[in-house]
């Protein structure tokens, strides 16, 4: 008996903005997977099933669709952060300003820890800070990653943990702590580490920052 003929998968339809948001995903795999070098459109356009060509419609080239990516991995780095932003329960306004600071830097070096090719694509991009604050980039609170840390921040100052005259560019301390430290587990001599030490020394850099920010 003959076997049926065997068919190609059909290629998938798209109605308008679909297949952008199908190519975004697929983007989004493969900086999972292997870091901005690995974000290649053509490879998105293979596993969502469509021609390259259909593709320019919504990227212009290589580059757009890695700025998507890089602005899709920061709003889950932002998510990220508000969940434990979220789990921060307390009634005492400096503890819950303190707690705020801490799950930033905590969340922030787990996120490049749990998804290292994400993290490394998030910043990727070169752009200014003028980036930092796009909708594009934010989490569920609406808040992206940079808003997020000066957000705990000014709480410090409003609830008397910080004295106001530290506020000017603290957040550039802060940001280059944690990510100074998720750049040496991730791609720098301390990778090896194991995960529960990770976990250890990320703790005592955030006491770091709370410290130097809320001394006397």
Do not use: K
């Amino acid at each position: 008996m003959s076997q049926p003929a065997a068919h190609s998968p059909a290629r998938a339809s798209y109605h308008h903005g679909d297949l952008r948001h199908a190519l975004l995903t697929a983007g989004v795999g493969l900086a999972r997977d292997g870091g901005p070098d690995a974000v290649v459109l053509r490879e998105a356009t293979r596993r969502v099933g469509v021609s390259p060509n259909a593709a320019y419609r919504h990227f212009a080239d290589r580059e757009a669709l890695l700025a998507a990516v890089c602005d899709a991995a920061q709003a889950m780095l932002a998510e990220a952060i508000d969940t434990q932003f979220a789990a921060v329960v307390t009634h005492h306004e400096g503890e819950r300003a303190r707690g705020h600071l801490r799950a930033v830097g905590t969340a922030y070096v787990a996120f490049a820890l749990d998804e290292p090719g994400l993290f490394r694509t998030a910043f990727f991009v070169p752009t200014d800070l003028e980036g930092a604050a796009r909708p594009t980039r934010a989490g569920p609170s609406g808040r992206t990653p940079f808003e997020l840390v000066g957000d705990a921040i000014d709480e410090l100052v409003a609830s008397g943990q910080m004295p106001a005259s530290r506020r000017p560019q603290a957040e550039f301390l802060a940001w280059s702590s944690v990510h100074g430290l998720a750049m040496l587990l991730i791609d720098g001599p301390l990778r090896g580490l194991p995960r529960e030490q990770a976990d250890a020394v990320t703790q005592r850099v955030v006491d770091m920052v709370e410290a130097g920010f809320t001394a006397p």
